[in-house]
């Protein structure tokens, strides 16, 4: 039976670029969550009135992929010790955040960071939210499987996206889906 994993870790496209890829993800949706109000709209997002994150809303096959190979991928292609910001894309709608559908989740999620925090894979202190997920609203039509529809004809894809997928295929090559 297919599980969900909901993650916030800058902008979306990077997200469901990355997930996409892997073996035992079903589907990837980009989406907001964690803020006021229903149906937010990407423009009142990336305004900041809402309080809504960028996430994405991944269904996997846990017997394929576990919760924890996808916050794994997901620590590796984000920083999470940037607070409200990757890179150049500032404002709590970039927060990382790992928002939880159950009791398991969360205590997976709270391990990984205790143990990505003991081994000090990170420079700063981890400041991943860990909290219950709320209702998920799927983005706009034209922000779904953005990168692999746009990919070369926007800058933002080959400065940003590019070097996560690339780091993905060097990193977990033996997790990805066959081409």
């Not at 870790?9 to 892997?22: K, T």
């Not at 073996?23 to 989406?31: I, K, L, M, N, P």
């Not at 989740?105 to 925090?117: C, H």
């Not at 922000?143 to 990193?171: F, M, S, W």
Request: charged fraction near 20%; aromatic fraction near 12%; charge should be negative.
């Amino acid at each position: 039976m297919n599980q969900v994993a909901t993650l916030a870790g800058g902008c979306f496209w990077c997200l469901e670029a990355v997930f996409d890829r892997l073996q035992g993800v079903q589907a990837v949706e980009s989406g907001y969550i964690g803020g006021k109000g229903p149906n937010p709209s990407y423009e009142a997002v990336c305004a900041g009135t809402t309080g809504h994150a960028e996430a994405v809303r991944v269904t996997f096959d846990p017997s394929a992929v576990s919760y924890e190979e996808l916050l794994e991928v997901f620590f590796a292609i984000h920083d999470p010790t940037q607070m409200n910001r990757q890179g150049n894309d500032v404002g709590t709608q970039y927060r990382s955040a790992i928002f939880f559908h159950d009791a398991e989740q969360e205590r997976t999620a709270k391990n990984v960071v205790a143990r990505l925090t003991q081994d000090k894979v990170f420079p700063g202190p981890i400041v991943t939210e860990i909290v219950p997920a709320a209702p998920f609203y799927v983005a706009e039509e034209y922000h779904q499987e953005y990168y692999d529809r746009v990919g070369g004809r926007n800058p933002y894809c080959t400065y940003v996206i590019d070097p996560k997928v690339a780091k993905l295929r060097a990193k977990f090559a033996s997790r990805l889906k066959s081409a």
